[in-house]
């Protein structure tokens, strides 16, 4: 049998050590009639060779963005992946080890956790971030429930702009601790500023910010801070798109008490979506507030310098039912992929991913709006990576009509209520070629 | 010790380069300056062999699985095969996006519906969700859909869930996120539920209990039958927290015995690594009566092939992930499970059995072990009696082990024991393994005695000493302070 390495002799050697005479003898504890009796239903074992052909089997039924021409985001999005991310990140060293509570053997793991912290805040300008939450979706959640704590105002007000997953997500996070969700209306493809400030008051714990937000467009985040901060007590919760942050103002400098996002994009497969992970940064005064594991800087015995998980006090394995989050494990190995990422890229390769990504976005879009038929639905605003384009027949059709031509055009917005409109994500990946074959084959297919 | 990433940083080097940009549109054609950075992030300046063997070198002061024995209670510390490595980076799962058509991502969906069944076979239960990331989120999950069901049944007065005092801290912790309060079961002598003070403790507002099943202390809960009646009595639900399944596959289907969902900790009993603190999995199974509260989207299949169905999203919580879960994880997962097979799975859990009983026996002369009876998947040691008599705490022997290369059993938990050691040695362990770890164990105990000194002030060999982690609370040092 694979991966046991009792043998029979074993075995027996085993039962006449503990005193049994055979295995069911250990199992007294379960009542007989509570015991299969008959074995599982599933299919017969395979070996390693006929597991492969499985495997094969199923991905030759899968057409991966890999082998079309994509442009497919809405949360998860294709960056260049450098071969040393994984040459790291698949070390069993780093792999198969448990969440680092043995701080003497585990001096690996904390440390890249206590690199990837610096990393967050240097982007989002925050003073303390923790080491990795689900996703972006749950870091939203969480840091709702954060504001909660801080100041006990159980409003929060979430713009229609914000990615639908992460709604759903917060609504199932927050409707059972009597929170109370407001949505801030949309105009133009951007938060109706002044409807948000019409819906502030004081028995407002925090507003959420998406900069991207879901249709690619730039909000005007010093607006949400003038609006929000009127109330002292009341939390702005930036999530942004960390990609971005490297051209775009830090979330510190608009006043962002909690910055969050998705941290999927640097350095981490698409997976069909996950694994994904969630950064998450805020002030230092409500670092004991703090859902999830923080590691902190120290030292030995001897005075050298070390890394421990921190602040536990706050965790469900010391607090329990008052615990600051139930969050166990924190996607760690997605953190290692990305601090190794930004290692890689480093100060001006985030730089050059981010401009390029924007330059190779701006330039498929005004190459489509040539096209007769199609043009951006929001012309007014600014966008990074993504935008969504008005289209002349069913998003849905459009994109059908490409996938024979190995292009997945984009996201339907139908489920939004905007059957005819297409959202469309640009990366570095992308060449000027694969761009001007996408722009063809919708010229041809909106004709 | 190792310097950070930062300091290796030199001005000008790159670790990798981009292609020449091909459009050019200047930033101040796209955006507004009021929206751009000023000053530029400091993420360190390394080349691609500084940045390998910078991580290399930190990845040489972990314990891994590779490394030696990771005996750690309730976490089911396996070994990770590695042709679920090889096989999950093929470009048709790495390089799927979940927006993709359908019709271009049918393996995908085929395996997770495949999987969808197989969990639900080994769980005894109808139908199950792969959306939760993590064991603790499928427990919030199955919390939530606790919840569902009572208000569906308007049963609003439910607003309790009972808690064995010797279950993990995230049950609680899901337990309150959902908005339940919860009341803390006693353990009997027996190491078991108490039924007893189970009995005072049910009434109108019980919405459901989490059992741990064999619980914390390795034992499985013998009177589970009775229990399920007491909590079914009043419309309240049975919740089996999957933590330690690795002991029942192929013995006890938990739908079987009265539980009506649980979740499953795929990076434990399937064998899918740890990642040094995720990402996990942790699908939940449900009985039928629970099926329309499942999370949106689950894979179903017809004649036209599998679909992503939000059929149930009237009656769903919803979604507790952006999109379907850690999927990676489940690619992972199902392979454990196609290879193993019935037959294979059932040994899986007669062996980790085997080897804990076996261990509790090479140990039980030296450390005093409450409940003297077979254990399932791992044990509890107290460490009691060495604190009382050398003035040695469970937290000094974990350390020492670490000296003789060996990870620590989980301490001081489950909290009813108060110097715990919980031993869970998993069926990948050999007998000479085994074997070397019960030398070091007893090794420790005569140090114990002989020599207290070097007991107390372990670790001595691990790239650090004992780590003072109240200075870390106290003067708290979360990044690294960049240099301008």
């Known amino acids: 049998m694979p991966y046991i390495s009792n043998t029979e002799r074993d075995r027996q050697k085993i039962l006449k050590a503990i005193g049994v005479n055979k295995f069911e003898d250990l199992l007294t504890a379960i009542p007989e009639k509570l015991r299969m009796k008959s074995p599982l239903a599933l299919s017969q074992p395979l070996s390693e060779l006929e597991i492969n052909k499985n495997i094969k089997a199923k991905t030759d039924k899968n057409i991966p963005c890999e082998v079309v021409n994509s442009f497919l985001g809405g949360g998860v999005y294709d960056h260049f992946i450098p071969a040393a991310v994984d040459a790291i990140v698949s070390r069993p060293e780093f792999c198969t080890a448990y969440t680092p509570y043995q701080a003497e053997v585990s001096q690996g793991t904390l440390q890249y956790i206590f690199e990837y912290q610096t990393m967050i805040c240097e982007l989002t300008g925050r003073e303390i971030a923790n080491a990795g939450m689900y996703d972006g979706a749950s870091a939203i959640a969480e840091a709702i429930l954060m504001a909660v704590r801080k100041n006990h105002l159980t409003k929060a007000i979430l713009p229609a702009t914000l990615n639908p997953n992460y709604v759903k997500v917060v609504k199932a996070y927050t409707e059972g601790n009597g929170i109370e969700l407001l949505i801030a209306p949309e105009k133009d493809g951007l938060t109706d500023l002044s409807a948000l400030e019409n819906m502030l008051n004081d028995t407002i714990g925090s507003v959420i910010i998406q900069t991207p937000n879901f249709y690619g467009n730039i909000e005007d985040a010093k607006a949400f801070d003038t609006i929000v901060h009127k109330n002292p007590n009341c939390l702005l919760i930036a999530c942004v798109d960390p990609i971005s942050l490297a051209i775009f103002m830090p979330p510190a400098e608009y006043n962002a008490d909690i910055a969050?996002?998705?941290?999927?994009?640097?350095?981490?497969?698409?997976?069909?979506?996950?694994?994904?992970?969630?950064?998450?940064?805020?002030?230092?005064?409500?670092?004991?507030?703090?859902?999830?594991?923080?590691?902190?800087?120290?030292?030995?015995?001897?005075?050298?310098?070390?890394?421990?998980?921190?602040?536990?006090?706050?965790?469900?394995?010391?607090?329990?039912?008052?615990?600051?989050?139930?969050?166990?494990?924190?996607?760690?190995?997605?953190?290692?992929?990305?601090?190794?990422?930004?290692?890689l890229l480093g100060k001006e390769g985030l730089i050059e991913v981010a401009t390029q990504s924007a330059q190779k976005a701006h330039y498929t879009a005004n190459e489509l709006c040539k096209i007769p038929g199609l043009a951006l639905t929001y012309p007014n605003a600014y966008f990074f990576k993504e935008f969504v384009l008005k289209t002349p027949k069913k998003a849905e059709e459009i994109i059908k009509a490409l996938v024979p031509g190995n292009i997945y055009a984009g996201i339907d917005l139908a489920p939004l209520g905007k059957p005819d409109e297409l959202m469309i994500a640009v990366t570095e990946k992308k060449s000027k070629a694969e761009i001007d074959s996408f722009v063809q084959a919708m010229q041809e297919v909106v004709k | 010790m190792s310097k950070t990433i930062f300091e290796h940083s030199t001005p000008g080097r790159k670790g990798v380069v981009l292609p020449e940009r091909e459009i050019d549109i200047p930033l101040a054609t796209m955006f507004s300056e009021t929206m751009l950075r000023t000053k530029k992030a400091r993420l360190p300046e390394v080349s691609e062999l500084d940045t390998m063997r910078h991580y290399i070198t930190l990845s040489h002061k972990n314990h891994f699985i590779e490394k030696g024995l990771y005996p750690l209670g309730s976490c089911t510390m396996k070994y990770n095969p590695k042709l679920h490595e090889t096989l999950v980076r093929h470009p048709s799962f790495t390089s799927l996006h979940p927006y993709q058509p359908e019709e271009t991502l049918q393996g995908a969906l085929e395996l997770m519906y495949e999987l969808q069944k197989d969990l639900a076979e080994i769980a005894g239960m109808a139908g199950v969700t792969l959306q939760p990331a993590a064991g603790a989120q499928g427990e919030f999950t199955g919390i939530k859909i606790i919840a569902a069901y009572h208000k569906v049944k308007g049963n609003t007065h439910k607003d309790t869930i009972i808690i064995p005092d010797s279950a993990h801290g995230t049950n609680p912790a899901s337990c309150s996120l959902v908005g339940y309060k919860t009341v803390e079961l006693a353990s009997n002598k027996e190491g078991r539920c108490d039924i007893a003070k189970l009995r005072e403790l049910v009434n109108d507002q019980t919405a459901g209990i989490m059992i741990t099943n064999p619980n914390t202390l390795g034992l499985f809960e013998t009177q589970i039958e009775e229990i399920a009646d007491i909590i079914h009595s009043v419309d309240a639900l049975m919740y089996m927290d999957g933590a330690n399944l690795n002991a029942l596959l192929g013995i006890v289907q938990p739908g079987k015995i009265g539980f009506d969902l649980m979740h499953f900790n795929l990076h434990k009993t399937f064998a899918t690594p740890h990642g040094g603190g995720g990402p996990g999995s942790g699908p939940v199974a449900v009985s039928e009566k629970l099926l329309p509260f499942l999370p949106v989207p689950v894979v179903t299949k017809d004649e036209k092939g599998y679909h992503l169905s939000s059929e149930n999203e009237l009656t769903s919580i919803g979604k507790v992930h952006t999109f379907y879960g850690n999927f990676a994880v489940l690619v992972r997962a199902y392979i454990y499970i196609k290879m193993l097979g019935a037959e294979g799975l059932r040994r899986v859990s007669e062996n980790a059995i085997l080897n804990a009983n076996y261990l509790m026996q090479c140990l039980g002369e030296y450390y005093h072990i409450e409940h003297q009876e077979p254990c399932m998947h791992e044990f509890v040691m107290d460490g009691t009696w060495q604190k009382k008599n050398y003035g040695i705490t469970t937290l000094d022997i974990a350390k020492r082990l670490l000296d003789k290369g060996f990870h620590s059993p989980t301490i001081y938990f489950p909290l009813i024991i108060p110097e715990a050691m919980m031993v869970e040695p998993t069926e990948t362990e050999s007998l000479e393994s085994l074997d070397a770890f019960a030398a070091a164990m007893r090794e420790i105990a005569l140090e114990c005695k002989d020599n207290p000194e070097l007991v107390k002030n372990a670790p001595l060999t691990t790239p650090v000493k004992r780590v003072d982690d109240a200075r870390a609370v106290k003067m708290l040092e979360p990044v690294f302070p960049l240099a301008d």
Do not use: W
């Open chain 1, 260 to 343: 969050v996002g998705e941290g999927q994009v640097f350095g981490n497969n698409m997976y069909f979506g996950g694994p994904l992970f969630g950064f998450f940064a805020t002030r230092p005064e409500m670092a004991r507030l703090m859902p999830g594991r923080i590691v902190g800087g120290t030292i030995d015995k001897d005075g050298n310098k070390a890394y421990v998980l921190t602040l536990q006090a706050r965790e469900q394995h010391i607090r329990r039912a008052k615990a600051t989050s139930n969050i166990c494990s924190n996607e760690s190995l997605c953190t290692l992929s990305a601090v190794v990422y930004l290692c």
